[in-house]
């Protein structure tokens, strides 16, 4: 372990040519550790998950055990580093991803930004630590050339920490995006969701328990349809404002509630009975909404029209017959006013 002398050691009279040389060395050696000091990298190779660097420099270029295609780095032996010694890692082979594990155990454990695991999968990306006591600490990473990578996913998942600041592209029809506790993510963790099917393929993003996205606990996001959301913490936000839907799909039942700041255009599953109650919460002067309604094979359902609403019109009765009910939020009237259209069976 190199270490500078202590200060004053090398002007002591007392000093030996012997003494005042290995000083000079203990410098040299101590100077070399220092990231970019003019050492040359320094190779290291994972070895059951940790990596014992020779205290000859502070860049290591680190290799996955027998060449894996990915391998996971828990610890770095601090054998020949002192503490508060910096180092700066990146990996050897692009084709070779390194995953260094947050917060592994044992001595020697890397504690990372965000509580979550960093992976170098490119030559040029670095992670800086610094050694304090036993653990090592993120101290930076760089370069911040990607402000918002994407990552492909096919099947359902859970959103996790190493997430902050990508763009999830979602390409498995029907798959569910699970958002985890506010509070688990952390106030400030970004990230970005869009359906990138080719087909017409809906996706699910379902919040965690009571919490929300701009008030709403599952979203249902058709081709092309996207969100960037935010933690505070305790809650979830879109910075956009209020992301609204294409479509929204809505089972019948008697009491049919619409939620009019998430969707301009809704479809009610076959009327199997009345609809005694349409209610339209969260209107805004100005809004338009289109609520399309069609009949079972028995027919002759009603829908109630929204109250205090004027509405032209009347639902189609015939069986199997659809309708489209549209309505605008008047400014002046403080009233949704629209009119009922009846598609031809």
């Known amino acids: 372990m190199a270490t500078l002398p202590a200060v004053n050691y090398l002007t002591d009279n ?3 040519e012997g003494e005042f040389k290995a000083g000079l060395e203990a410098m040299l050696a101590a100077t070399k550790q220092i990231p970019g000091a003019g050492a040359a990298d320094l190779a290291v190779t994972i070895a059951a998950g940790s990596i014992t660097p020779a205290g000859s420099g502070g860049v290591l270029v680190v290799e996955t055990e027998s060449l894996a295609a990915s391998d996971d780095l828990a610890n770095i032996i601090q054998t020949n580093y002192p503490d508060g010694s ?3 890692l990146r990996n050897n082979n692009a084709a070779r991803f390194v995953v ?3 917060a592994a155990t044992g001595s020697g454990q890397i ?3 965000r509580s979550a695991d960093y992976v170098l999968d490119d030559t040029k990306k670095y992670l800086l630590i610094q050694r304090r006591g036993t653990d090592w600490y993120e101290v930076d990473r760089s370069p911040a050339r990607l402000t918002m990578p994407v990552v492909t996913k096919s ?3 859970t959103i996790a920490k190493e997430h902050h600041g990508h763009l999830l592209l979602c390409t498995g029809a029907g798959m569910t995006i699970n958002v985890p506790a506010a509070a688990t993510l952390g106030n400030g963790f970004t990230a970005a969701i869009v359906n990138g099917n080719t087909l017409d393929n809906a996706i699910v993003v379902d919040m965690n328990g009571t919490e929300t996205l701009n008030g709403f606990g599952i979203w249902n996001m058709l081709k092309g349809e ?3 959301f935010a933690s505070d913490g305790t809650n979830f936000h879109s910075p956009d404002g209020i992301t609204r839907q294409r479509i929204r799909a809505l089972a019948y039942s008697t009491t049919i509630n619409i939620t009019a700041l998430a969707s301009a255009y809704y479809e009610v599953g076959a009327l199997t009975g009345n609809v005694t109650t349409l209610d339209m919460g969260n209107p805004y002067i100005g809004q338009h909404v289109r609520i399309r309604f069609y009949q079972d094979a028995t027919g002759g ?3 109630a029209n929204p109250a205090g609403s004027k509405v ?3 639902l189609a009765s015939a069986a199997n017959q659809a309708s489209i009910l549209d309505l605008t939020y008047s400014s002046q009237a403080l009233r949704w006013e629209g009119f009922w259209t009846q598609i031809p069976v």
Do not use: E, I, Q, Y
């Open 86 to 88: 910096l180092l700066l």
């Open 111 to 113: 504690l990372l930004d």
């Open 155 to 157: 099947t359902t998942f």
């Open 100 to 102: 260094v594990k947050h």
């Open 301 to 303: 359902r009603t829908v």
């Open 14 to 16: 007392a000093r030996t």
């Open 312 to 314: 032209a019109g009347s």
């Open 226 to 228: 996207g969100v960037l």
